[in-house]
């Protein structure tokens, strides 16, 4: 079965702190996603990337595909990053190209 | 601004009344999908469509049906046939549905059945 695992669940963090939360995928993809989902629900996408790293602003993600393993890092956390974040991936062999999720990362960051 | 609409935010219906949640978006995208979120789960698959007029059944379809029309938009109605309906249902959208494409989301509409 095609996993995707998230660690860890909750993270709290004091404000100004370098954040890293991990995601964990069981057999090659096609493509992985970091999303952030903000307490009204809504989610917005913060990455898309099939190999290296990517930034913007103070969010990094990375990814390793011979471990197949993602790291998201945020530098110099804010209470406004508080969110869940969401691993999501693409498996080559499924139709539709659809996404896989992980359960999520509930962050909060304290002043 | 291009983008995807859900509505309503929050939805109240009885229990066994169907009810139709709305997606609409505006980004010329060819394929949609329908996802529900329940706690401490990830986001399941319900439906998708890559072409107007056609549509596939995700992992958890049962008790839903959509409709493809449109390219903007994907309604899905929840069915009495839906157990548990209670969640929260996102749609989204990509260009053309392929590998590398970027996912676009909507804010939500949150069911509560009662």
């Known amino acids: 079965k095609n996993e995707v695992e998230q660690s860890p669940q909750n993270l709290t963090a004091q404000e100004g702190e370098f954040i890293t939360i991990n995601c964990s995928y069981s057999?090659?993809?096609?493509?992985l996603h970091w999303l952030q989902q903000h307490p009204g629900g809504g989610i917005v996408s913060l990455f898309m990337l099939s190999s290296g790293k990517k930034k913007h602003g103070r969010l990094i993600a990375t990814i390793n595909i011979q471990e197949k393993h993602s790291s998201l890092h945020i530098t110099a956390s804010h209470p406004r990053d508080s969110a869940v974040y969401i691993c999501?991936?693409?498996?080559?062999?499924?139709?539709?190209?659809?996404?896989?999720f992980g359960e999520g990362t509930q962050l909060t960051v304290n002043p | 601004d291009g983008g995807i609409t859900q509505s309503p935010k929050y939805l109240f219906r009885k229990e066994g009344q169907n009810v139709t949640l709305s997606c609409e978006q505006n980004l010329n995208h060819d394929a949609m999908y329908w996802y529900r979120q329940d706690p401490g789960q990830g986001l399941r698959l319900i439906y998708y469509s890559q072409i107007v007029n056609d549509f596939q059944k995700g992992d958890i379809a049962e008790g839903y049906s959509v409709s493809r029309e449109k390219k903007e938009s994907f309604p899905l109605t929840v069915t009495s046939a839906q157990k548990n309906p209670t969640a929260f249902y996102l749609c989204?959208?990509?260009?053309?549905?392929?590998?590398?494409?970027?996912?676009?989301f909507g804010q939500g509409t949150r069911l509560t059945v009662v």
């Open positions: 999501a991936v693409r498996w080559p062999e499924t139709s539709g190209s659809r996404l896989t």
């Open positions: 989204a959208s990509s260009i053309r549905g392929g590998y590398a494409d970027e996912a676009f």
């Open positions: 057999v090659g993809i096609s493509a």
